[in-house]
């Protein structure tokens, strides 16, 4: 009896890994017809034609959605604000923009997490992760073919330049038209 | 009776999984993934950071590491990875190089420099740094390319999804080093980050010349010999770099002078480097001007 009910539950277990794969699968289609990306540079133009240096059609700001049409080689054929040009990939990306310190704020909604914990069940992703050896892992030196200098690198980490400092300087190199 | 139960449960835990991601959710996938990739890429780049650091030295001026820092921010602002929080470092050492490790730390040497002759040619080569970060050409490299087999997913699903990577966390790093002071990338991304670096440093705001005209200089300075052994030869890039730029309508022929704030602030940075007048490239040269420098890149042998 017990016998017939592990294997009952087996079976159950794999119709439910070929459901959630058949739902992934379908999910993964359905986005590839409307795929989306996301201008991550500060600026970006749509161009008439896929060429760096092709007139602008539109001028973009970080974070703008475009919708993608078609791609060739290294550009993306896309449509925003009633407008189509193309735009290079080294412009977009498939997430929406987001900040050092902003990811980290990002992820520490609490309900954000709950989310994400209900969600992880069926998308865990193996990750090559170092998770767990920051912090204080040091490399032992001595033995080392190239030394190592935290504090150095500490200081480089702690001197932090503002956004406005940047766009001070771009100003004033008169680099922003 | 039981089977009725397990399949209400199962039911369930179907309907849970199954279902449609809302927008907001997705995106908190997206970001939660990023976090994660961003946390290893950085702490890699940081220990090879370390490492650049331990064995050649940090050129400490404030002034001068700012300048470099704010002319890299520039460019990384125009890059398709804001998440990134980029740093900049001098190292000192008489080499010509810059070096970028994975996760955004940046370098150049006081070499390079000395060897610059405006602010739009320094533009140029952070760009090609932050490119080689933005496409992770060293970073997809040097991480460990295995399939992982069903058992260990599991195993590792058990252990709440902690993973054994991190103990080859030294491998990893000291293969980066070996990449960026022995082996090179190889010419394929030296060329790719030489295109990626000059798009980025052009929608930043400076000359797409930039790069190609100091590519060029250094070549007229070295006879055309090749001085690095972790990039390709100067006749090669610019070969690739000059195609590059006529494919996409950005080479100018007549070149562009460098404008008067551009170069007046550059000299001044440059003219705190701790180093002679005689050492250093005359600071009055355009970019461009092809005849012979003073001193020039004499650290390339």
Same mark, same amino acid.
């Given at each position: 009896?017990?016998?017939?009910?592990?294997?009952?539950?087996?079976?159950?277990?794999?119709?439910?890994?070929?459901?959630?794969?058949?739902?992934?699968?379908?999910?993964?289609?359905?986005?590839?017809?409307?795929?989306?990306?996301?201008?991550?540079?500060?600026?970006? =133009?749509?161009?008439?034609?896929?060429?760096?240096?092709?007139?602008?059609?539109?001028?973009?700001?970080?974070?703008?959605?475009?919708?993608?049409?078609?791609?060739?080689?290294?550009?993306? *054929?896309?449509?925003?604000?009633?407008?189509?040009?193309?735009?290079?990939?080294?412009?977009?990306?498939? *997430?929406?923009?987001?900040?050092?310190?902003?990811?980290?704020?990002?992820?520490?909604? =609490?309900?954000?997490?709950? %989310?994400?914990?209900?969600?992880?069940?069926?998308?865990?992703?193996?990750?090559?992760?170092?998770?767990?050896?920051?912090?204080?892992?040091?490399?032992?030196?001595?033995?080392?073919?190239?030394?190592?200098?935290?504090?150095?690198?500490? %200081?480089?980490?702690?001197?932090?330049?503002?956004?406005?400092?940047?766009?001070?300087?771009?100003? =004033?190199?008169?680099?922003?038209? | 009776?039981?089977?009725?139960?397990?399949?209400?449960?199962?039911?369930?835990?179907?309907?849970?999984?199954?279902?449609?991601? +809302?927008?907001?959710?997705?995106?908190?996938?997206?970001? /939660?993934?990023?976090?994660? !990739?961003?946390?290893?890429?950085?702490?890699?780049?940081?220990?090879?950071?370390?490492?650049?650091?331990?064995?050649?030295?940090?050129?400490?001026?404030?002034?001068?590491? &700012?300048?470099?820092?704010?002319?890299? $921010?520039?460019?990384?602002?125009?890059?398709?990875?804001?998440?990134?929080?980029?740093?900049?470092?001098?190292?000192?050492?008489?080499?010509?190089?810059?070096?970028?490790?994975?996760?955004?730390?940046?370098?150049?040497? +006081?070499?390079?420099?000395?060897?610059?002759?405006?602010?739009?040619?320094?533009?140029? #080569?952070?760009?090609?740094?932050?490119?080689?970060?933005?496409?992770?050409?060293?970073? !997809?490299?040097?991480?460990?390319?295995?399939?992982?087999?069903?058992?260990?997913?599991?195993?590792? $699903?058990?252990?709440?999804?902690?993973?054994?990577?991190?103990?080859?966390?030294?491998? #990893?790093?000291?293969?980066?080093?070996?990449?960026?002071?022995?082996?090179?990338?190889?010419?394929?991304?030296?060329? /790719?980050?030489?295109?990626?670096?000059?798009?980025?440093?052009?929608?930043?705001?400076? !000359?797409?010349?930039?790069?190609?005209?100091?590519?060029?200089?250094?070549?007229?300075?070295?006879?055309?010999?090749?001085?690095?052994?972790?990039?390709?030869?100067?006749?090669?890039?610019?070969?690739?770099?000059?195609?590059?730029?006529? &494919?996409?309508?950005?080479?100018?022929?007549?070149?562009?002078?460098?404008?008067?704030?551009?170069?007046?602030?550059?000299?001044?940075?440059?003219?705190?480097?701790?180093?002679?007048?005689?050492?250093?490239?005359?600071? +009055?040269?355009?970019?461009?001007? +092809?005849?012979?420098?003073?001193?020039?890149?004499?650290?390339?042998?």
């Amino acid at each position: 009896m017990i016998f017939r009910e592990i294997a009952g539950l087996l079976a159950s277990g794999f119709t439910l890994v070929l459901f959630v794969m058949s739902a992934g699968a379908a999910e993964s289609k359905k986005n590839n017809e409307s795929e989306r990306v996301y201008v991550q540079s500060v600026k970006a =133009d749509l161009k008439v034609e896929p060429q760096l240096n092709a007139s602008s059609v539109l001028s973009l700001k970080r974070g703008a959605e475009l919708l993608v049409i078609k791609k060739e080689g290294s550009w993306f *054929n896309v449509s925003a604000a009633g407008k189509t040009g193309w735009i290079s990939k080294l412009f977009v990306n498939s *997430n929406r923009p987001v900040g050092e310190a902003e990811l980290a704020s990002e992820l520490s909604n =609490d309900k954000n997490l709950a %989310k994400a914990a209900r969600r992880r069940s069926a998308s865990y992703s193996v990750s090559a992760s170092t998770r767990g050896l920051t912090g204080g892992s040091r490399v032992r030196e001595g033995r080392e073919k190239y030394p190592s200098d935290y504090d150095a690198v500490d %200081k480089i980490d702690k001197s932090k330049i503002s956004e406005k400092d940047v766009k001070k300087f771009q100003e =004033d190199g008169k680099l922003s038209q | 009776m039981n089977r009725l139960r397990c399949f209400i449960a199962l039911s369930a835990l179907l309907g849970n999984a199954c279902a449609t991601p +809302t927008a907001e959710e997705k995106q908190h996938e997206q970001y /939660e993934q990023l976090s994660t !990739s961003l946390k290893d890429e950085k702490e890699v780049g940081r220990q090879m950071a370390a490492k650049l650091i331990g064995s050649m030295g940090l050129y400490d001026n404030p002034d001068v590491s &700012k300048y470099v820092s704010l002319v890299g $921010l520039t460019v990384a602002a125009q890059s398709s990875r804001p998440e990134i929080t980029y740093h900049f470092g001098i190292l000192k050492s008489d080499e010509v190089n810059a070096l970028a490790t994975p996760g955004g730390y940046i370098f150049v040497t +006081t070499g390079l420099l000395k060897s610059l002759r405006s602010e739009s040619e320094l533009a140029g #080569i952070l760009g090609h740094e932050i490119a080689h970060v933005t496409e992770r050409h060293m970073y !997809s490299e040097i991480m460990p390319k295995r399939q992982v087999s069903a058992a260990e997913t599991m195993t590792r $699903l058990l252990s709440r999804g902690a993973s054994d990577i991190g103990f080859s966390l030294g491998k #990893i790093v000291n293969a980066g080093m070996d990449l960026l002071l022995e082996k090179g990338l190889g010419p394929e991304k030296e060329s /790719e980050a030489d295109s990626v670096g000059i798009a980025f440093a052009m929608s930043a705001g400076y !000359s797409a010349n930039s790069l190609l005209e100091y590519l060029r200089y250094l070549a007229d300075q070295t006879s055309g010999v090749r001085v690095s052994k972790t990039h390709p030869p100067f006749p090669e890039r610019i070969t690739n770099l000059l195609n590059y730029m006529q &494919k996409n309508g950005i080479y100018a022929k007549s070149r562009r002078k460098s404008s008067a704030l551009l170069q007046g602030r550059f000299s001044r940075a440059m003219s705190l480097l701790q180093i002679g007048v005689a050492d250093r490239v005359d600071s +009055t040269r355009r970019a461009g001007d +092809t005849s012979p420098p003073d001193e020039g890149v004499k650290s390339l042998k």
